[in-house]
């Protein structure tokens, strides 16, 4: 028995028992019947460019309000010079060099390039969404569609390459093509290979020691990282009311002051980074000659800016020496979580817990945290101009090196510990 609902106007839709040849779940539907609509979907160079515009225009327009107020402030507020400078701040958001009168300035504002970042990756999922790949589990077809937002953001960089340079400082639009092409491929591809499936496929067909390893590496290193910025944030806060003065020596009215106050938050992320080299032990650079370790603090003249007022005045001592224990103390914490996932997952079994299946991932998770904050390190980093401003950050080489070995003895102190005490 069965009865009927309206689908649409003109024709009903059967509920019930299910007739004899029908299709059900999981078995491909036929083609519309004549008379029905069509769902018919974008090609993909369109939907690529609509993702791929969007992406820009929403991490743009922050960039061209802030520097907006800098040009009002000083009463040279216009549109296509606010304009201008947006996109000469977006483009180094994004790794693009700028060639300025001063010098280089390649130091970008790792704030604006997390915002990008992100909102490439919403790209990559809609892109793929459009193309009908949602679900479908093809490596191809998510490489397909972050390909195509990688080209339609490529030469969205190497038009604002050729605004810029045509009344502002110099860019290469080659190298702004190449970067942005870079750029928004591999964040795309990451928001287009979750919402294909095949993050999930590709976890599912890993080991779980790497799966556990490459996890508490990422946590290690996320620690660290939440730490650094703890620590950085304390340290301007000691010293906000120097930045306070650097600040009001600008003069440069109310909204002056609220220019320079977003700008240096766009730099924060990077200050974080900067307090993690310090506390792992190599330290950064604030200009060529010069070394911001917990051993040595050598600074000469410094930029006005209000992020300088969180320099030490000198080598960690007394209490300030605690600080040291802070990268092993994360590393312990990861392989305390991954301990106990590892021993949850024995007693679910119901098998004895074993010493490899937690030695494997945690030896792993050094390498992983590593490289996370080593490439950390090389985005934080560069010029901020030539001479003595041409260095500055942290080495990046020397960071994953020290972090590999600190974290790396973390994780298995925390691991062994955590696996010692859960004994009955």
């Known amino acids: 028995m069965s009865f ?25 539907i036929p083609a519309p019947r004549a008379g029905e609509p069509v769902r018919r979907r974008p090609p993909l160079a369109v939907a690529a460019a609509v993702a791929a515009a969007g992406a820009a225009l929403t991490s743009w327009l922050p960039v061209a309000a802030v520097l907006w107020l800098f040009q009002l402030s000083e009463g040279a507020a216009t549109v296509p010079g606010a304009v201008r400078a947006g996109l000469a701040g977006w483009l180094l958001g994004h790794g693009v060099p700028l060639t300025t009168e001063a010098g280089p300035l390649g130091l970008a ?85 979750r919402t294909t499936g095949v993050a999930r496929s590709l976890a599912e067909r890993a080991p779980r020691p790497l799966r556990d390893g490459i996890r508490t590496g990422l946590v290690a290193g996320l620690l660290l990282l939440a730490a650094g910025a703890g620590a950085a944030g304390l340290a301007v806060a000691t010293g906000g009311g120097d930045a306070a003065d650097l600040i009001g020596a600008y003069r440069t009215g109310v909204a002056g002051q609220a220019g320079i106050t977003l700008v240096s938050l766009a730099y924060a992320p990077n200050v974080a980074i900067w307090s993690v080299s310090y ?93 996370l904050l080593g490439a950390a390190a090389a985005a934080s980093g560069g010029p901020l101009g030539g001479g003595r401003l041409a260095e500055v950050g942290p080495v990046p080489w020397q960071v994953a090196a020290v972090a590999t070995a600190v974290t790396g003895v973390g994780v298995l102190l925390g691991a062994a510990t955590t696996r010692v005490l859960s004994r009955p």
Do not use: C, N, Q
């Not at 059967?14 to 299709?23: I, Q, T």
């Not at 979580?337 to 792993?364: G, H, Q, S």
């Open 4 to 28: 009927v609902t309206p689908d649409h106007p003109g024709r009903p839709r059967e509920v019930g028992p299910r007739p004899p040849g029908r299709p059900g779940p999981g078995r491909r």
């Open 109 to 193: 504002p790792l704030a604006l390039t997390l915002l990008a970042a992100w909102r490439l990756t919403r790209a990559g999922v809609h892109t793929s969404r459009a193309i009908g790949a949602r679900g479908s589990r093809s490596a191809h077809r998510a490489l397909v569609a972050a390909g195509a937002v990688g080209i339609a953001y490529a030469t969205l960089g190497v038009l604002a390459a050729l605004l810029v340079t045509a009344g502002g400082p110099g860019v290469s639009p080659v190298r702004a093509g190449v970067t942005l092409a870079g750029f928004g491929a591999l964040a795309a591809l990451v928001g287009a290979v």
């Open 279 to 371: 506390l792992l032990g190599p330290g950064f650079a604030v200009g060529t000659d010069t070394a911001v370790r917990t051993s040595e603090v050598a600074v000469g003249a410094l930029p006005a800016v209000p992020l300088v007022a969180g320099l030490p005045g000198g080598p960690v001592d007394g209490l300030g020496a605690a600080l040291l224990a802070v990268p092993v103390l994360a590393g312990m914490m990861a392989g305390w979580l991954l301990a106990r996932r590892v021993l949850r997952l024995a007693a679910d079994d119901k098998a004895p817990p074993r010493w490899a299946p937690l030695l494997r991932p945690a030896a792993l998770a050094g390498p992983v945290a590593g490289l």
